[in-house]
């Protein structure tokens, strides 16, 4: 049967819903003009895709049911935790705030009923098992659509549902892998990098889930049926790959760093080192801002030097030009850049750190949703 909430598991709920009051992304006395007010979703997923997901439709207004198992439950709890930090983890936190938590043994007759009525009474189901646990659970599509037919329900997998490598173990880093992405993220010396941004994980689970299953919502609306989701992760990745692919067709293979349009072939498109140790990132992409950088460097006499006047993407000129833009930078401090270039409309801005984006004015609305 459902496990009895304790004092921890409350104070724990009361927090996520105490946080999610305080976000300007779902204000109480604005609920009931949100998109997806009256929409439910049963969130049975863990670690960050799934999670993220549900995060995004509480905050488009839906009202959103976590279920944990009443073991160890979603083993993000205990991950990233600090040195004397309790559980549950901020990474937790962070992705289920505004969720109603519920704690379920799918195995047991009791707990099983608990979970079929909220299924009778829910919109959307999301679920990140391996291809087939749902099932075994006895709880597979066509179970529950003879229970809610109107259910959309969304599977969360690294490869998809069917194929040779449905039942694979993965992680984001395998998933771009597989994908041509991660071969396409690689330093000045074409070695792939590994980046502290989840693209697999962020894009084609999270992402990808919220915009299918808004669209098989507006269906479930019209037609009174639902439908069963297959977001592979890997593959929503794959299919998104589009500057490298364009560049495949162009030339017979992908282009290595350094050596096209937006992967550091030309100047205008580039991170430059500044004097303190910080960067700003170039995207004087187009000659009207490349002519504004120009102006503001004064260095009119590099205006002709620019990909859309014929100067070779990852060409003689494109590598000397960039070593003097380098040698201009490194001569100032990022926040001296960031001065110079204030009133220029040429797309030069810093690369800023977290804990400086969280401060930055840009984010004055936001940023308390990275606040666990």
């Not at 047991?108 to 009525?117: M, W």
């Amino acid at each position: 049967m459902t496990e009895p909430l304790d004092a921890a598991h409350s104070r724990e709920t009361s927090a996520l819903s105490a946080l999610s009051a305080l976000s300007p992304l779902s204000s109480p006395s604005q609920q009931s003009d949100k998109p997806l007010s009256g929409v439910t979703v049963l969130d049975l997923t863990r670690l960050l895709p799934g999670p993220l997901a549900g995060l995004r439709l509480a905050e488009m207004g839906a009202h959103v049911i976590k279920i944990e198992d009443t073991g160890a439950g979603d083993y993000a709890r205990e991950m990233m935790l600090g040195d004397d930090e309790s559980p549950p983890s901020a990474f937790w936190r962070l992705l289920n705030r505004g969720k109603t938590v519920e704690r379920l043994d799918l195995k047991s007759d009791a707990d099983r009923k608990t979970f079929l009525d909220h299924v009778a009474h829910a919109d959307v189901l999301l679920e990140g098992f391996r291809p087939g646990v749902m099932a075994r659970l006895g709880f597979g599509y066509e179970a529950l659509a003879r229970v809610r037919p109107s259910l959309v329900m969304a599977s969360i997998s690294g490869y998809g549902q069917q194929g040779v490598m449905a039942q694979a173990a993965g992680h984001d880093i395998n998933y771009i892998g597989y994908a041509g992405v991660l071969d396409q993220l690689c330093d000045a010396g074409d070695v792939p990098i590994v980046p502290n941004f989840q693209i697999g994980d962020l894009y084609g689970g999270a992402q990808a889930a919220v915009q299918e299953v808004l669209a098989a919502l507006v269906a479930a609306q019209r037609t009174g049926r639902g439908r069963w989701l297959d977001i592979s992760m890997t593959h929503e990745v794959f299919r998104s790959n589009v500057v490298p692919a364009v560049a495949m067709h162009r030339q017979g293979q992908v282009s290595r760093a350094g050596k096209d349009l937006l992967n550091g072939g030309v100047p205008c498109y580039q991170v430059y080192r500044t004097k303190d140790g910080r960067y700003m990132a170039v995207g004087a992409l187009e000659l009207k801002f490349w002519e504004s950088l120009c102006d503001v460097l004064g260095r009119s006499d590099w205006k002709a030097r620019h990909w859309a006047l014929g100067q070779e993407v990852g060409g003689d000129d494109a590598l000397a030009l960039r070593a003097e833009l380098m040698a201009v930078f490194a001569g100032a401090t990022q926040a001296e850049w960031v001065a110079r270039f204030a009133d220029a409309d040429c797309c030069v801005t810093p690369v800023l750190r977290l804990e400086e984006a969280m401060m930055h004015p840009l984010f004055a609305q936001l940023h308390e949703a990275l606040l666990p």
